[in-house]
């Protein structure tokens, strides 16, 4: 995993949203600066493991976007988390 990954775990709605930040290290693409990339999963546990971002350094991009600021990949990770319990849940 890149050294400049930062996991986080916040709590909506019952369920638990997990987000990872790393740094893009995609080699093919120029760029100004470093780009970064997210991988999120929801559970109804705040345990984490090993397994439940998948590799990342894997070829699919899925989410197919990258930010240029680790802030700006942590708050799209955050969104698109709580979304999918909001799918999940149904209607507040």
Request: hydrophobic letters at 40%; charged letters at 30%; glycine letters at 6%.
């Amino acid at each position: 995993m890149d050294i400049h990954a930062k996991h986080e775990c916040l709590a909506y709605r019952g369920m638990y949203v997990h987000t990872i930040v790393f740094e893009s290290n995609d080699p093919v693409v120029p760029r100004l600066g470093p780009k970064w990339e997210y991988r999120l999963a929801i559970r109804c546990s705040a345990r984490k493991d090993a397994t439940m971002f998948g590799a990342l350094d894997d070829e699919d991009k899925a989410f197919g976007e990258d930010y240029f600021t680790k802030a700006a990949a942590q708050q799209a990770a955050s969104h698109y988390g709580k979304s999918a319990v909001d799918l999940v849940r149904g209607p507040k």
